[in-house]
């Protein structure tokens, strides 16, 4: 990457938006691709962490040799360790345990664990009449197909429009079921490897919480590494507030299965 997200701000003129306007900047969790450079942004910037973080991680390395980041990006800055029991007051979105950020309902934070100690997602409202919402995933899930298909949203008889480029007027859900790991509907087609979370078991009960959400059409779920959306989503600076309105959470709620192309049309 040639810039980092603190120098875009203040080398774009047309967003309006400086590094030193950014009052707090949340971690969904601390690994490098989702934090970024912090020590770009001035200090008077906070930052933001899921629960255990500090203790697990920081000051950062050197002088805890074995931190995934770098002391430069909390020296000198105020951190804020989220505490979902405290905090939250018992509020829960879903199967989730959670924080009203600006005490508005706008923006809420997400205990999601699983991944990393002090993994959080985050819940954007989006519009009201009709309450619409993007869920901010992090690492929560990896793929799309972690936590798609599920008995909240089944495969469909027939996927219109069609995930299958050479299938344009609607693909047989039947045929895709049948590459389904184990042929189910109402399953969904990977699971989170081994390995790859902290803790498998929270990893897999915050993937079940993202399948409660992902069953409502008034929430679109985006997840880091989702590159099925690439091409649907209107980028920084522009705003995703008409999601619901442009239909994007229907056009891509399937395109993963894009990734079966060559065995549905073979």
Same mark, same amino acid.
């Given at each position: 990457?040639?810039?980092?997200?603190?120098?875009?701000l203040d080398d774009d003129s047309d967003v309006g938006i400086k590094s030193k306007d950014i009052d707090t900047v949340i971690w969904s969790h601390h690994h490098w691709d989702h934090t970024g450079n912090l020590s770009t942004f001035p200090t008077s910037t906070g930052l933001a962490v899921g629960p255990g973080l500090p203790n697990e991680h920081m000051p950062g390395h050197p002088t805890k040799p074995?931190?995934?980041?770098?002391?430069?990006?909390?020296?000198?800055?105020?951190?804020?360790e989220f505490d979902f029991t405290s905090q939250g007051k018992g509020l829960k979105i879903g199967p989730f345990n959670a924080i009203d950020f600006f005490g508005d309902g706008s923006f809420y934070l997400l205990d999601s664990p699983g991944h990393t100690i002090g993994h959080i997602c985050g819940l954007a409202r989006t519009s009201t009449s009709p309450d619409t919402f993007i869920f901010m995933g992090g690492d929560a899930?990896?793929?799309? =197909?972690?936590?798609?298909? @599920?008995?909240?949203?089944? !495969?469909?008889?027939?996927l219109d429009p069609s995930p299958i480029p050479k299938m344009r007027g609607g693909c047989p859900g039947g045929m895709l079921q049948d590459i389904q790991r184990n042929k189910r509907a109402d399953e969904a087609f990977y699971l989170p490897s081994k390995g790859f979370n902290v803790d498998e078991k929270?990893?897999?009960?915050?993937?079940?919480?993202?399948?409660?959400?992902?069953?409502?059409?008034n929430v679109l779920i985006v997840v880091a590494h989702d590159?099925?959306?690439?091409?649907?989503?209107?980028?920084?600076?522009?705003?995703?507030?008409?999601?619901?309105?442009? =239909?994007?959470?229907?056009? @891509?709620?399937?395109?993963? !299965?894009?990734?079966?192309?060559d065995a549905v049309e073979q």
């Open positions: 990457m040639e810039k980092d997200v603190a120098e875009i074995d931190a995934p980041f770098p002391e430069s990006d909390v020296k000198g800055r105020k951190v804020h899930s990896h793929h799309p =197909g972690e936590f798609r298909a @599920s008995e909240y949203a089944p !495969l469909p008889v027939e929270a990893a897999l009960e915050t993937v079940s919480g993202l399948q409660v959400f992902d069953g409502h059409e590159s099925s959306l690439l091409g649907s989503l209107q980028l920084f600076p522009e705003k995703m507030n008409d999601w619901y309105e442009q =239909g994007i959470g229907k056009k @891509s709620h399937w395109k993963f !299965l894009q990734d079966f192309k």
